[in-house]
T-cell receptor, first 119, second 114 residues
């Protein structure tokens, strides 16, 4: 079946501009995550959506970053007033919590990422 | 708080020789542990996962990992390296506090020499 898709695959923008990154999770997956992969920081968690629950935004680095998930499916990550330090690969992942022995265990499936370059 | 430490940032092996990528974890709970591989300019692909069943976990492409609680380790091995194994490998622990977000190691870049 179809995997996680992300668009655009590459984005070049000028400092100070806003950007929107899109993620299409695997159909039926209830959880959606955004991560950022950068040279200095490695792979870091940004935000988590699960069903209709309030998102966990604890990983967002500043209030310039926001995300939404419409209809429990597609998600958009928005970066306002981009800075050069925002340059990174932004990865989206989705999962369906599988229960074994009463304890949730899950595997996340990753999209190919959006490579963002802020000039 | 959970964390993972990948002990080697770079590993070089000759084709046909064994691969060992080391990972130690820290967790207050019974952890879920994963290994992912990332080829250049590609997304992350799951190699294998440990979720409290068998301690020896077999994955794709001949990789396996052994969960050792006494050593808090989850090392990744393969008996014979192939050129196509050259990539970056990430050890991951899942946050068991509720979100199951991933906490990544810093990665090990595997180079396979002909």
């Amino acid at each position: 079946g179809a995997g996680v898709s992300q668009s655009p695959s590459n984005k070049v923008t000028e400092k100070g501009k806003d950007v929107e990154l899109r993620c299409d999770p695997i159909s039926g997956h209830t959880a959606l995550y955004w991560y950022r992969q950068s040279l200095g920081q490695g792979l870091e968690f940004l935000i988590y959506f699960q069903g209709n629950s309030a998102p966990d935004k604890s990983g967002l680095p500043s209030d310039r970053f926001s995300a939404e998930r419409t209809g429990g499916s597609v998600s958009t990550l928005t970066i306002q007033r981009t800075q050069q330090e925002d340059s990174a690969v932004y990865l989206c992942a989705s999962s369906f919590i599988a229960f074994s022995s009463g304890t949730p265990r899950e595997t996340q499936y990753f999209g190919p990422g959006t490579r963002l370059l802020v000039l | 708080a959970q964390s993972v430490t990948q002990l080697d940032s770079h590993v070089s092996v000759s084709e046909g020789t064994p691969v060992l990528l080391r990972c130690n974890y820290s967790s207050s709970y019974s952890p879920s542990l994963f290994w992912y591989v990332q080829h250049p300019n590609k997304g992350l692909q799951l190699l294998l996962k440990y979720t409290s069943a068998a301690t020896l976990v077999k994955g794709i492409n001949g990789f396996e990992a052994e969960f050792k609680k006494s050593e808090t380790s989850f090392h990744l091995t393969k008996p014979s390296a192939h050129m196509s194994d050259a990539a970056e490998y990430f050890c991951v622990v899942s946050d068991s506090s509720g979100t199951y977000k991933y906490i990544f190691g810093t990665g090990t870049r595997l180079k396979v020499l002909a």
